[in-house]
């Protein structure tokens, strides 16, 4: 289905199947099926960046988003384990970005309450990994936004 709003076109995918399907399959069928239709290349032209906003997606799963179909994709990045925390967390121990603090409204056990956060976005973080051997290997840049989330006036 394609809908038209304020003079852009805009489309809407939707791939069917049980409770417990994969959410990666399933975006997979959607990109093929937009290929199929509407020609190769297409995804990239459609879809200028994707927001995945919750569950486990994989960094094989995240590689080919950016390599097989040229998608910008926004997640979150929620274990405090992962390379990618330790490449931020290294980025912020050497420079001192600014942080912007902002008050949003978030819902919790159906009340809406406001809460502060604190925000800097950073360009261009070149990401590296190591093998087992020391080796060095580039993986590229990201973009990345770090949030500082407080309760009761404490930083979590």
């Known amino acids: 289905m394609n809908v038209t709003t304020t003079g852009r076109l ?6 069917l199947g049980p409770i417990n399907s994969d959410e990666r399959a399933l975006l997979f069928h959607i990109f093929k099926d937009i290929e199929k239709y509407l020609g190769k290349g ?11 906003d919750r569950g486990y997606w994989g960094g094989h799963f995240l590689w080919e ?15 405090d384990d992962l390379d990618f925390v ?8 050497g420079a001192e970005p600014t942080f912007k603090e ?8 159906g009340r809406k309450e406001k809460k ?8 261009g973080l070149l990401l590296r990994r190591y ?14 936004v770090v949030v500082y989330d407080e309760k009761d006036g404490k930083e979590i």
């Open 116 to 123: 502060k956060i604190r925000l800097s976005g950073i360009n």
């Open 86 to 93: 330790k490449h931020v967390e290294y980025y912020l121990r």
């Open 102 to 109: 902002r008050w949003i409204t978030v819902t919790k056990r």
């Open 42 to 52: 297409k995804v990239k032209e459609i879809i200028d960046s994707l927001t995945l």
């Open 65 to 79: 988003l950016k390599h097989r179909w040229k998608t910008d994709f926004v997640t979150l990045v929620r274990d």
């Open 131 to 144: 093998s087992s051997e020391g080796k060095e290997k580039d993986l590229g840049k990201v973009n990345a």
């Open 10 to 15: 805009r489309f809407v995918g939707a791939a």
